[in-house]
């Protein structure tokens, strides 16, 4: 890290300041892989949390929801892009609905 990173860093007030001298403005390449990675690891700590509360194994939710056990995995840990229908069949296959809001 070098001296002028770590004074920009320092003179950050909120989170929004932190991401840009981190990973640049929204819109630039690296903020925008940033965002996506940091969406995928959320929606794989939702399903991953959903899935041990509806008390299931991997290998149950793929049987359930007609999904490879290996995507539920990669899912669960941020590595996978995955359709929304994907989601929703997924999500199905321990009863639960999904729901989206725009922004």
Known sequence: MTAQHKQDLMQCTDFSQLL???YGKRG???REKFEADAEAFCIGEILKEQRLQAGMTQKELAAQSGTPTQVIS???H???????SSIFQIFAGMGKKVALTVL
């Open 20 to 22: 840009d001298v981190e």
């Open 28 to 30: 630039t390449t690296k």
């Open 74 to 76: 990669r899912l669960e």
């Open 78 to 84: 941020g590595y996978s892009n995955v359709s929304l």
